[in-house]
């Protein structure tokens, strides 16, 4: 039978009997033995081995409040080139850096403008970046805030948006589809495009390559976790709105039941073998900081406290467990700007 969210008893089945052989385990293994030799098989499976530097060209730069911003273009190893803001205190001094991934939102017009707003934004984009952050971060351009707090911020289009755009929330699964065709995942090539990111953000002169930190909201809080996970590098990450154990998200209304977005999230290599906060807990013994709303639609608090729970377990064992917070705040799929203020204090405490 399929039900009217398009699920089979086959894949409930499914849900209902994995135990995703890759998860942690400890009456079978330590943590470090554990996130070695599944560090290992993740990336193997993911096909993310190695990780290059992207090439960048600058397009164009400005200068307000105190901060300098650059428009790049950068070109990943894949071929793809995609927009990027660059977004720095006026300062000689190194910062501190964050690669800040934006969320989905099933807007896709715009993908980097929704965190960082630049002063001479063409009138029509400038409008949709003031709508986007007013919908979903109190008016905030995160990246702005971020800035003028004292690091340095880069925000990339994900394949997907902005100068990026495909045909919209239909054209997703199309998309999706094409990629499938060679053996690639929708979601491995942001992952893979956001680890280079990552590795060019950190190379930049000025940015403290020892101070680097992943940053995102909805579906760039899975970015941030995943990139957390996978990268050495990350020393720190802020995950908001983005996490949950499968078959917790596999029920009834729920994203990850239908086609279209829920392939920014689905990594056919890794699937069933490892629940998305093991994943996460690949990053221990980071500094962690997750949020999530009581009343957000898209992780039901249960949902999101069963799986802090399966984080806390893990980082719990390491000799840092106080390193990872988790907060469940009063609101739903949103960012407020209290729990931004909150969340860039205890990245200055932790960076």
């Not at 988790?326 to 205890?346: K, L």
Request: hydrophobic share 45%; proline share 5%; aromatic share 10%.
């Amino acid at each position: 039978m399929i039900d009217g969210e398009n699920m089979s008893d086959l894949a409930k089945r499914l849900r209902d009997r994995n135990t995703f052989a890759w998860n942690f385990d400890p009456a079978v293994s330590d943590v470090a033995t554990w996130q070695r030799t599944t560090l290992v098989a993740v990336r193997k499976a993911l096909g993310i081995e190695t990780i290059a530097t992207p090439s960048a060209t600058p397009f164009a730069e400005w200068e307000v409040d105190g901060l300098f911003g650059q428009h790049l273009q950068l070109g990943f190893s894949n071929g793809e080139t995609a927009d990027a803001y660059l977004l720095r205190p006026s300062t000689k001094h190194p910062t501190p850096g964050i690669l800040l991934l934006h969320d989905h939102g099933s807007f896709f017009t715009i993908g980097r403008q929704k965190l960082i707003r630049r002063p001479d934004e063409p009138l029509e984009t400038a409008a949709q970046s003031d709508e986007w952050a007013a919908r979903l971060y109190g008016s905030r351009h995160v990246g702005n805030a971020l800035a003028r707090r004292g690091y340095g911020v880069l925000c990339v289009d994900a394949l997907g948006w902005g100068g990026r755009a495909g045909t919209g929330y239909a054209g997703q699964q199309a998309l999706a589809a094409n990629l499938m065709q060679f053996g690639q995942s929708l979601a491995g090539v942001v992952l893979q495009e956001d680890l280079e990111a990552l590795a060019f953000l950190r190379h930049l002169d000025g940015i403290d390559p020892k101070r680097v930190a992943s940053f995102g909201f909805s579906m760039g809080g899975a970015r941030a976790w995943q990139v957390a996970a996978l990268s050495p590098d990350v020393k720190a990450f802020v995950s908001g709105g983005w996490m949950g154990n499968l078959s917790g998200l596999m029920q009834p209304g729920s994203n990850q039941l239908r086609g279209q977005s829920a392939f920014y999230m689905l990594h056919p290599g890794i699937a069933g073998r490892i629940d998305y906060p093991h994943f996460a807990a690949l990053a221990a013994p980071k500094p962690a900081l997750f949020l999530s709303g009581r009343d957000d639609r898209h992780f039901p608090e249960a949902v999101a406290m069963d799986a802090f729970r399966q984080m806390r377990m893990i980082w719990d064992t390491t000799d840092a467990p106080e390193a990872l917070q988790t907060r469940m705040v009063p609101a739903g799929h949103v960012f407020a700007v209290q729990q931004q203020d909150n969340a860039i204090d205890w990245l200055d405490r932790v960076l």
